[in-house]
């Protein structure tokens, strides 16, 4: 009896002691609510967040008194004392500044910062509601140092520290733990199929090499997009935008965005979300006529190649078209002199008349959130599907056209550790190259053997009645040209659907690819039992592709190609001097079934100085790397002017081509065509500028291998009275840099034979081919960035930034190798406002400026000039309806930019929202 009643008595005990209950609400300075702020006990991983009304409600383990903690992004952090039970508490937050914000990513564990041991740029909820873009993950342009290059209306890429393209292979983009990127295509898809602006929780940006955490690729920086959870974030919200965007060539047309999000906390075991989003619009027209051959030349030159002229990129030597008609004894023999030894290219056609430019996106998730024992640990299910259209700007200019992407992934965890697995899964749709799209138009109403006999005919007709070679090639174009398919009639878009629905690259445009990506990582924070000691971390990741594109992308027509990865790390973060001395070291080791393993160390230090630690002081070095991508690889693809190869040993074989000779060519083999494998590309070639220069000499192209990079950086940030300070220089040498060499193969000869290779030159008997290698030229950057915040006016937000960037690279010890760097020397960012200039009223204006720089790349490369853009909104909330009503207008002013050479040029968009119950 006696141990009955002392049992009883401990279990009351027990029960009292789990029923701590403490209620309450937050909000802010203005006494407005504060959704979604963090109410915790920090000796217990148990906590809440505040409801929509600021409201909590919080039962924990413990027995009075003990400490409450809030904290909430953008506030200063309270600890409130609790001393009974059913106490209440209402709690009023303090604005605080960008260096109490907490992230995550800088060591995969939560710090401030201020404390961070590498540079980190943060973008979160308050960021996302007063952005002036006229969507979120546009906004991300106003971060310091970050670069966005818009390809289309829907299709923006994020690059920090030089080396940017559209596929923008050496950035990662992570969406809840999700690669975004595209397996086949090589892109990071932005947020044409990323997240829906109500479920974004926050979004982190490292700048710089982070590869002895996240592993291969994330070379120049890695972006992390998380949502919310719908435990903490549970209710219905929603948003409706109407806008415009206008443009020179494209006009004034409609935008249309809306989105829903649904979410609910069913039990503290149970939680659900699903989120939809519907974007439309049109995109911008790329309509320059510039000759990417020779500037300043107009269709009237007999080889004109328009910027955004699609099917002129098919050329021959007239002269050697004259050679085959003689030697079938269509034309005299000594008529082939009158005939000029130059190129001569088809007619093609604008890009306007080859897309509808439709810009559309359409993005629906759902998660299921299970918590077994109502604690941190966590059992969760993702599925994403997202369809989208936009062009792409790759090799050649591409119309996605419902564009398909699903990921799903599993993952179980909790506060210190996780372990997840995802397959993402796309499909091509209905996409196309609008360059061959042109091409094979004009070769189903007119071969090209046909349209060049023609011309060479009419021009030898034209000047036998005396005309001047200027007008005879008039002449002669307007005599081949005749019938040709013209836009807009009914036999031209017989023929455009014919080719964009034919896979075959010879006679038709649309590319398939149903590519997977297969990945699982895992991580444990033994902080909690070794935190006496360090902060210790260990984890690792594995991958797989599944290239399936039939033929159209890769050199897969056989069956798929498969691959994969895997990797190791661990990570250990030291605190000495009372904490102001952080110490932090990684390192990773990586490898693929294609290539040797790489092991990429991290070291860093962090100070925390002054009476007030309000200074800290950072340094680190630290090593990436990246794997060329599955296109460096497996690629075999016609792009028009050159054929794509990758160099992976097993595909220089299977791509296998057959190209038709000139007479003379025909007649020096015995053959009329020849048949080039792709192996000729690295083994057999001639370098492009050994032929420019008039020297031709053997190419030296080696198969790639993964890249490296050493990265140095220091950094500084700290308040001074006032104003907040953010700087950081940065130094990177690269070794193995990945890059493009075009060579020109001859269709016979051995290069160096100083006979019929030379003659395979002479005869246009060649064709260029774009290989994939490493560059043994000297490359490294470097660069800084300096910000700089304060409050002006009494509550006005002042911020700015300057961005220099540079890379060290002689052009001359590598006059073939292109780095692609296609990032501004100097870039300034301003940003004022005031979330509250009056009751509920608010509004945010940014600017931008951004020096002329040189753009490289496998489309085109050119001069982008220097441009400045001024975006603005105002905004008012209706706390009665929890709705924010908004007005934003981009690029104002009208001064229309672009950002890469051969997209079209960006006008401006006018935009009203309205969003409901997500204050």
């Not at 409609?254 to 995109?283: C, E, I, Q, W």
């Not at 009158?338 to 008349?353: D, I, K």
């Not at 836009?487 to 997977?516: C, H, M, R, W, Y």
């Amino acid at each position: 009896m006696k141990k009955s009643l002392i049992l009883f008595i401990f279990l009351c005990c027990l029960i009292t002691h789990a029923q701590t209950t403490v209620t309450g609400r937050i909000v802010d300075n203005n006494n407005a609510p504060v959704m979604g702020a963090n109410i915790s006990v920090p000796e217990l991983s148990q906590g809440t967040v505040s409801d929509l009304n600021g409201d909590f409600i919080l039962t924990v383990s413990q027995t009075p008194p003990f400490n409450l903690q809030i904290s909430n992004v953008g506030y200063e952090t309270q600890s409130v004392s609790i001393t009974s039970n059913n106490q209440v508490v209402n709690v009023t937050l303090l604005e605080g500044d960008a260096l109490d914000e907490i992230v995550v990513s800088a060591s995969r564990t939560p710090e401030r910062i201020f404390e961070s041991p590498v540079t980190v740029e943060r973008f979160g909820i308050k960021d996302i509601k007063n952005t002036t873009a006229a969507t979120f993950y546009a906004g991300l342009e106003n971060l310091k140092g970050v670069d966005v290059n818009t390809s289309s209306l829907t299709f923006q890429s994020v690059n920090t520290r030089g080396f940017a393209t559209f596929a923008n292979t050496r950035f990662v983009q992570l969406v809840d733990g999700m690669d975004n990127s595209s397996p086949a295509l090589n892109f990071v898809l932005g947020n044409l199929l990323g997240m829906t602006e109500l479920d974004v929780n926050s979004i982190e940006l490292l700048p710089g090499a982070s590869s002895a955490l996240y592993g291969a690729n994330a070379f120049n920086g890695i972006l992390f997009m998380t949502s919310k959870n719908p435990f903490d974030f549970p209710g219905i919200s929603a948003y409706y935008k109407q806008g415009i965007t206008s443009q020179d060539a494209a006009g004034t047309n409609p935008v249309y965005d809306l989105g829903v999000r649904v979410a609910h906390k069913f039990s503290d075991k149970f939680a659900a979300k699903a989120n939809f989003s519907y974007l439309k619009g049109t995109d911008w027209f790329a309509v320059s006529e510039v000759d990417v051959l020779s500037p300043g030349n107009t269709r009237a030159d007999p080889n004109y190649d328009g910027l955004n002229i699609y099917g002129d990129e098919v050329s021959t030597n007239i002269r050697g078209v004259g050679q085959s008609l003689a030697a079938a004894g269509l034309i005299p023999a000594e008529a082939v002199a009158l005939l000029p030894s130059e190129n001569v290219s088809r007619t093609g056609y604008a890009e306007p008349s080859l897309t509808d430019y439709n810009a559309e996106s359409i993005k629906f998730d759902t998660a299921l959130h299970y918590r077994p024992f109502a604690d941190d640990f966590e059992i969760s299910y993702l599925g994403k599907v997202g369809i989208g259209s936009t062009i792409y700007q790759g090799a050649n200019r591409y119309a996605l056209n419902d564009f398909f992407l699903q990921q799903h992934k599993i993952e179980v965890g909790n506060d210190n550790f996780f372990v997840r697995g995802y397959i993402t899964d796309e499909d091509a749709g209905d996409s196309y190259d609008t360059r061959f799209t042109a091409i094979n138009i004009n070769r189903l109403w007119k071969s090209d053997q046909q349209w060049f006999g023609q011309y060479a005919g009419a021009f030898l007709g034209a000047r036998g009645q005396g005309l001047p070679e200027e007008q005879a090639h008039a002449f002669a174009r307007q005599t081949a040209d005749t019938g040709r398919l013209v836009p807009g009639t009914v036999e031209f878009q017989n023929a455009f659907n014919q080719v964009i629905s034919d896979p075959n690259l010879a006679t038709g445009s649309k590319f398939q690819d149903a590519t997977q990506l297969r990945h699982a990582d895992a991580n444990y924070n033994f902080s909690h039992i070794t935190q006496d000691f360090a902060d210790i971390q260990v984890g690792g990741s594995y991958r797989q592709y599944k290239l399936n594109s039939s033929g159209t992308i890769f050199t897969d027509s056989d069956g798929p190609i498969k691959y994969s990865e895997y990797g190791v790390y661990t990570q250990i973060q030291k605190k000495l001097l009372e904490e102001r001395l952080k110490l932090t070291g990684s390192i990773r080791y990586d490898k693929s079934e294609l290539f040797d393993g790489n092991f990429s160390p991290r070291l860093s230090a962090g100070y925390t100085a002054g009476a007030d630690r309000s200074h800290n002081f950072r340094a680190s070095v630290q090593t990436g790397f990246r794997y060329p991508t599955t296109q460096d690889l497996f690629i075999g693809l016609d792009a028009g002017r050159a054929i794509l190869v990758g160099s992976a040993e097993s595909n220089l074989d299977r791509d296998v081509r057959t190209f038709t000779l000139s007479g003379v060519g025909a007649a020096a083999t015995g053959s009329p065509t020849a048949t080039v494998v792709g192996r000729a590309a690295y083994e057999n070639s001639f370098s492009l500028n050994s032929v420019l220069t008039g020297a031709p000499a053997k190419s030296d192209v080696e198969i790639v291998k993964p890249e490296q990079v050493t990265a140095f950086e220091v950094g500084y940030r700290g308040r001074t009275g006032k104003v907040i300070i953010d700087l950081n220089a940065y130094y990177n040498t690269y070794q193995d840099f990945i890059s493009n060499e075009t060579v020109l193969v001859p269709f016979y000869g051995e290069v160096g034979d100083n006979a019929l290779s030379l003659l395979a030159l002479q005869q246009s008997d060649f064709k260029a081919y774009q290989t994939y290698t490493n560059s043994s030229a000297d490359v490294k950057s470097y660069g800084a960035t300096i910000g700089l915040g304060t409050k002006v006016f009494g509550n006005f937000d002042l911020d700015g930034n300057y961005t220099y960037s540079k890379e060290d690279f002689d052009e001359s010890s590598a006059p073939d190798f292109r780095t692609s760097f296609n990032t501004p020397n100097h870039k300034v960012k301003v940003s004022f406002g005031n979330t509250e200039v009056f009751t509920n009223f608010g509004f945010n204006v940014n600017y931008r400026w951004s020096d002329t720089y040189l753009w490289q790349g496998t489309f085109a490369d050119g001069k982008v000039p220097a441009y400045s853009v001024v975006d603005a909104q105002v905004n008012y909330k209706v706390p009665s309806i929890k709705s924010t009503f908004k007005l934003g207008a981009t690029n104002i002013g009208g001064n229309e930019y672009f950002t890469a050479f051969g997209t079209g040029h960006i006008g401006q968009q006018y935009y009203a929202s309205i969003t409901f119950n997500n204050l």
